[in-house]
Nanobody, 126 residues
């Protein structure tokens, strides 16, 4: 069992920055990959970024490349998403998720993740 808790969401103006954090508890942190997804009202949940179990591999959806950075700290059982140059289209609930397969591949499908946090709201005003 893995328990994930996100924090750091809020209201920010377009062009601003936010840093989301996710703390994991339960099963040992390091053997699993982690991802950030988001869901805007009326839309499907979409992959934003992911990091492999060792932190050696990362993946991003095209729309956030160059603006968002995912990182993990296995000593602190945390994964962060630094979001810069935010746009109104980034407005969504952001979810942290854990993929327990334990390999170096970063999955982008929500069905590939085993545990989810409750989400944190990010609102970008234009």
């Amino acid at each position: 069992q893995v328990h994930l808790v996100e924090s750091g969401g809020g209201l920010v103006q377009a062009g601003g920055s936010l840093r989301l954090s996710c703390v994991a508890s339960g099963r040992t942190f390091s053997p699993y990959a982690l991802g950030w997804f988001r869901q805007a009202p009326g839309q499907e949940r979409e992959f934003v970024a992911g990091v492999s179990s060792t932190g050696g591999s990362t993946e991003y959806t095209e729309s956030v490349k160059g603006r968002f950075t995912i990182s993990r700290d296995n000593a602190k059982n945390t994964v962060a998403l630094q979001m810069n140059i935010l746009k109104s289209e980034d407005t969504a609930v952001y979810y942290c998720a854990a993929d327990l397969r334990g390999d170096e591949r970063v999955a982008s499908g929500s069905y590939e993740y085993d545990y989810w946090g409750q989400g944190t709201q990010v609102t970008v005003s234009s």
